[in-house]
């Protein structure tokens, strides 16, 4: 079975900062790992997904996450955030290959963007 | 092409009143997910269905029991609501790959709020 920890439930940052949210998984199978966006009182939007190759994915509105094998993390990074960026951001989980069919989350990270 | 469709957007209902919550997809995908959403929580898998003919229990299905209809719709009824079933409900629809490379992208759709008195 596959678990997902995100280790802040809340994250304040101001307008054009940087940002990053953590992300740290368990599994005893290679994994594939998720992103997912819940902007206000909406369903959940796919941000970015790694499967294999390159260990720095980019997803939609600027985002990049990097996956760390030695430390099973899945951190989210932005450069400069906006405004727009306030929302609920969830890490996911789900075994690679085989009968893939199940998505594991996690609590999720309510990232709020002040002016 | 609309992606995940659900019905009803909100609801209230009373203690023990019964209920469905409809779920429809139009991306011919084989395999269909019904999530509760609660504060803190995350979303927690009530039922799936990795193709048409086939359900399974999730990790939350006390209270519940699901249908897939044909493979467009995938239904999630509570018998006799109670209050702790107060709730987002999301649906999700994906392509499931068995395959090597093959991944399982879900597609949500906008979610039902529901509120037991």
């Known amino acids: 079975a596959q678990s997902v920890t995100q280790l802040d439930s809340q994250v304040p940052v101001f307008e054009e900062a940087p940002v990053e949210l953590r992300c740290n998984y368990s599994s005893s199978v290679s994994v594939y790992l998720f992103w997912y966006v819940q902007y206000p009182n909406q369903g959940l939007q796919l941000l970015l997904k790694y499967l294999s190759g390159s260990t720095l994915v980019k997803g939609i509105n600027g985002f990049e996450a990097e996956f760390n094998k030695s430390q099973t993390s899945f951190h989210l990074r932005k450069p400069s955030v906006h405004i727009s960026d306030t929302a609920e951001y969830f890490c996911a989980v789900s075994r690679s290959g085989g009968s893939n069919y199940k998505l594991t989350f996690g609590k999720g990270t309510l990232l709020t963007v002040n002016p | 092409n609309a992606g995940v469709t659900q019905t009803p957007k909100f609801q209230v209902l009373k203690t023990g009143q019964s209920m469905t919550l409809q779920c429809a997809q139009d991306?011919?995908?084989?395999?269909m997910y019904w999530y509760r959403q609660d504060p803190g929580m995350g979303l927690r898998l009530i039922y799936y269905s990795a193709s048409e003919g086939t359900t399974d229990k999730g990790e939350v299905p006390n209270g519940y029991n699901v249908s897939r209809l044909n493979k467009r719709e995938f239904s999630l009824r509570l018998e006799s609501a109670a209050p702790s079933q107060t709730s987002v409900y999301f649906c999700?629809?994906?392509?499931?790959?068995?395959?090597?490379?093959?991944?399982?992208?879900?597609?949500f759709g906008p979610g039902t709020r529901l509120t037991v008195l």
């Open positions: 999700a629809s994906s392509e499931a790959v068995g395959t090597s490379g093959g991944f399982n992208e879900q597609f």
């Open positions: 991306m011919n995908h084989n395999s």
